[in-house]
């Protein structure tokens, strides 16, 4: 694609990386099946093509966003899939996340899009603030049908019908420490152990140490980790997204230079996308460059790091059917596509893949608030085509998209490493019926 920026725009090391995106599309459009808003509203600026000429027009002329740049990106699910597609390599996540820098910059967003955002920033990303707010939405959820019926309160109502039933108890194993392999160390990875997932499901971060350290892996939760920062990188906020990473690479540095790591652990693949951008989005920054390259050099997905291990064989034989719903951030973030399926299978589940595997289930971070309508119908469509598969469970790599699936789904949804902890010794699923 043809730009006209002037050097003065590409003095500016953000236009000048989004210049050399945009000179990739070719304009050819193959993006546009495979994106899930394109399917879902069949407008064209509602498309991976069509979001990036707005984005163009936006930066070339160096304009302030406007309402219609801010609805379309918006409704981006950032879920990646137009990556997978696209034969010319154009990095569709670093654009639009600039995209949103920009809108952050210089669009005022109606009060009540303001509140809603200010509260998500400041509740979801600290653990505390979200296992509070948890609590207070069971004594709000009465009110969720009379909030979605005002346009400006839907997002509230969406949180509430989100919010669980119960909310599970705090799991020590949130705390900073170090769990001791059992025999043998063979290896020492820091395990994230995240924001919302400890709140919503400790029970997966419980699994992964359980299974790690049976297998010989030392794992330790270091001090100072926080959330990784994609929850407010999506929503544009970049200094917060920055603050957050750099707390990170300084907490893993100090176990890296310390007792040294073999990897740093993640079992949402939404936070792992996100960390293994950290050397991307810290470039600029000359004292945390090296060094956030280096942590996204280490991340890797639980499922990435089982893989390389030698596994035993399963302790039980499940002989269960299994959905295994690949998350955006999993497939198209991270690409891994291969080694859940694999591992399961080698675990004894048999596994099947639910068509329009490559679509958003809907739930893409707080988009399932902020844009609850397209949220809602990408999600029926997941749990169809789930369900139709015939399994007697779904498995998935993250927290969001078990939220998502489970509120909709009649089948129990779990996480892939607790399936794989219970074939191999550890505590059958709590959500999984005997
Ligand atoms: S990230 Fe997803 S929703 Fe956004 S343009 Fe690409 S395919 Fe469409
Ligand atoms: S598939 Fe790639 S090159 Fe083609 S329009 Fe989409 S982003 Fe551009």
């Known amino acids: 694609m043809q730009t006209t920026f002037t050097a003065e725009q ?10 050399k995106i945009l000179r990739k ?18 407008n064209e600026l509602d498309s991976p093509r069509g979001r990036i000429y707005l984005i ?16 379309h990106i918006d409704r981006c699910l950032s879920c990646l899939s137009c990556m997978t597609t696209c034969p010319s390599g154009v990095n569709y996540m670093h654009l639009v996340d600039h995209a949103r820098a920009h809108i952050e910059k210089t669009y005022k967003r109606p009060f009540s899009d303001r509140a809603v955002r200010a509260l998500l920033a400041a509740v979801l990303p600290y653990p505390g603030r979200f296992r509070a707010a948890l609590i207070l939405a069971k004594l709000g959820r009465p009110f969720a049908g009379l909030f979605d019926r005002m346009p400006a309160l839907k997002p509230l109502a969406a949180m509430l019908t989100l919010a669980p039933a119960s909310t599970p108890r705090r799991s020590r194993n949130a705390s900073p420490g170090v769990h001791a392999a059992a025999g043998a160390r063979t290896s020492r990875v820091a395990l994230l152990t995240g924001c919302a997932q400890p709140v919503l499901d400790p029970a997966i971060n419980d699994a992964t140490i359980s299974l790690l350290t049976r297998l010989g892996v030392e794992v330790v939760v270091p001090q100072g980790e926080t959330c990784c920062g994609a929850l407010v990188h999506h929503m544009g906020r970049e200094e917060a997204a920055l603050a957050s990473a ?14 040294g790591l073999d990897a740093i652990v993640i079992t949402a693949s939404g936070c792992g996308t996100t960390i293994k951008d950290y050397g991307f989005m810290l470039r600029l920054d000359p004292a ?27 302790a039980v034989k499940p002989d269960l059917t299994v959905a295994y719903h690949s998350a955006c951030s999993m497939q198209h973030g991270q690409k891994i596509t291969r ?6 299978k080698k675990a004894g ?19 399932n608030i902020m844009q609850p309508e397209i949220s809602a119908k990408l999600r029926e469509r997941k749990v169809k085509n789930i369900e139709a598969t015939g399994a007697a469970l779904v498995a998935t790599g993250n927290i969001g998209c078990i939220t998502q699936i489970a509120s909709a789904a009649k089948l129990p949804v779990v996480h892939t490493v607790e399936l794989l902890d219970w074939a191999y010794g550890g505590k059958r699923p709590a959500g999984l019926r005997p």
């Open 10 to 19: 590409l003095a500016d090391p953000h236009v000048e990386e989004s210049e």
């Open 25 to 42: 599309c070719v304009h050819c459009g193959f993006c546009t099946a495979t994106c899930p808003t394109y399917v879902t509203l069949g």
């Open 56 to 71: 163009k027009d936006m930066l070339e002329n160096g304009r302030a966003a406007d309402e219609q740049i801010v609805t």
């Open 246 to 259: 750099r707390q990170n690479v300084d907490a893993w540095t100090r176990e890296i230079e310390g007792n």
């Open 288 to 314: 945390y460059a090296d060094k956030a390259a280096r942590v996204s050099s280490l991340a890797r997905d639980v499922t990435e790091f089982l893989a390389t291990l030698d596994l035993p064989e399963p």
């Open 339 to 344: 080694q859940p399926k694999d591992l399961l």
């Open 349 to 367: 589940f048999t596994v099947k893949e639910p068509r329009e595997g490559h679509l958003c289930c809907g739930s893409a971070g707080t988009y």
